[in-house]
């Protein structure tokens, strides 16, 4: 069965940073492209960031390109988001997720970010 | 990386068809097969629907279907049902290597 284990959500001030994990299991980590989406309170889905299964390949969103870092470790089956100068309006849970193809088809249940004073 | 245009809400009554529909551009639907839909209800994390424009993965109801138009995207759930009830989002891939959603729509059945 796969599952997506998120953590490391918490509060944070304006300009702070955080990083979030999420572990992997129940399938063939290092052969699948990953990915983080976030959802703000009462809002829709906004995808964040991507990562090819080796890494060659990393993309962003432009809201947190500069800002937000992701990576991987094949090893540990673990994915990461290292956030710095956060802003309120990161306010969301950040699910991590898998890619099948081009879709997503595994999703975490999301650790909760508070960016607040 | 605009997001794609859902209607905010569709309603139809148990029995019923209802579509919701998904119009991005020619950088992202227009241009690209890989329009995916997701289902979440409240609480929950998505779940995905229809990958591929109109592919079901393996233990979603065939009440759901996928089409495409141009530069818009359909959902399509048929002989509604009480358990529909729940937000809907679309996503597609685009020309810069990113994936963009739709705003969401909130289905309720009546």
């Known amino acids: 069965e796969v599952q997506l284990v998120e953590s490391g959500g918490g509060l944070v001030k304006p300009g702070g940073s955080l990083r979030l994990s999420c572990a992997a299991s129940?399938?063939?980590?290092?052969?699948?492209?990953m990915t983080w989406v976030r959802q703000a309170p009462g809002k829709g889905l906004e995808w964040v960031s991507g990562?090819?299964?080796?890494?060659?390949?990393?993309y962003y969103a432009d809201s947190v390109k500069g800002r937000f870092t992701i990576s991987r470790d094949n090893a540990k089956n673990s994915l990461y988001l290292q956030m710095d100068s956060l802003r309120a309006e990161d306010t969301a849970l950040y699910y991590c997720?898998?890619?099948?193809?081009?879709?997503?088809?595994?999703w975490g249940q999301g650790t909760l970010v508070t960016v607040s004073s | 990386q605009s997001a794609l245009i859902q209607p905010a809400s569709v309603s139809g009554s148990p029995g019923q068809s209802i579509t919701i529909s998904c119009t991005g551009a020619?950088?992202?639907?227009?241009?690209?097969?890989?329009v995916s839909w997701y289902q979440q209800y409240p609480g929950k994390a998505p779940k995905l629907i229809i990958y591929?424009?109109?592919v079901r993965p393996s233990g979603v109801s065939s009440r759901f279907s996928g089409s495409k138009s141009g530069n818009t995207a359909s959902l399509i759930i048929s002989g509604l049902q009480t358990e529909d009830e729940a937000d809907y989002y679309c996503?597609?891939?685009?020309?810069?290597?990113?994936?963009?959603f739709g705003g969401g729509t909130r289905l309720t059945v009546l």
């Open positions: 997720a898998r890619y099948g193809d081009y879709e997503i088809d595994y």
């Open positions: 129940g399938f063939t980590f290092n052969t699948y492209s």
């Open positions: 990562i090819s299964s080796r890494s060659d390949y990393i």
């Open positions: 020619t950088s992202d639907i227009g241009t690209y097969n890989y």
């Open positions: 591929a424009v109109n």
């Open positions: 996503n597609s891939y685009t020309n810069s290597n990113t994936w963009v």
